[in-house]
């Protein structure tokens, strides 16, 4: 912490993230300011300080304090991590694949909330000792050890859940594109086969073969498609244009 004195007063100005409070940091990490007025109260909050001591001090007085705390506007830089150690113990965060339905309907239920400490809340929940099983009724006294963590042992943390959402909309972008792919290849597929795919010409058992083989492709690719059944393909039969001449 930086002191200030002016005024007969003194002001306690945090100068890294060891000095900021992960509850206090959950009051205004998502504050856009607008205008000059936002962007005084912002500084104020960060400081932990009544925003009426910048206005109605010099110009000078806020643009000391905004060089000390210019650390808190820039990007967190940082190695992620999906554990920390609290009095003594680890506490590590859960893995996706192993939360369960109570888990997953608190987590919903806090995102969906305007609680002012949404962080520490899905920290209570979804990081805990490890090896402990998911248990709601202590998720209170969780809540306020996160809230008194110190930033710089809580921002590791928070840029794992970050990394983890990023991974998780590259993986569902390449997810997208494969099955725009695959529709697109499946209906070039079909127009193939409904067209006679140069079959006419083949022996009988080629041809068969060519009809087992498209069948089994469409199947495979209709998985990846939100357009195409996953029924049989049946190509059309061939018209006798003896009979069709004689009738």
Known sequence: MVTLTFDNQQIQIPQSWSDIKLGNYERWFMTEPRN???????????CGIDSEILLDNP???????????RFAFEEYKGEPAHSIEIENKTFVIAQT????????????????????????????????????????????????MFRNLNMDKALPLLAFFLQQKERYQAVSSLYSEVKLQGAQYLRLIQDFAENGAGTRSLPIWQKIKFFFLMRFLKKRLSKFSDFFFTGSTRLKPKTNRNNSECN
């Open 36 to 46: 000059r007025i936002e962007q005084v109260q912002l500084v104020a909050d960060v």
């Open 59 to 69: 110009t000078q007085l806020f643009d000391t304090i905004y060089d000390i705390i």
């Open 97 to 144: 694949e192993d939360l369960t339905l109570s888990e997953w309907v608190d987590i919903e239920s806090v995102f969906e909330s305007d609680s002012e400490s949404r962080l520490s809340d899905i920290l209570s929940i979804l990081c805990r000792p490890a090896g402990e099983g998911y248990n709601s009724k202590v998720t209170d006294s969780r809540r306020n």
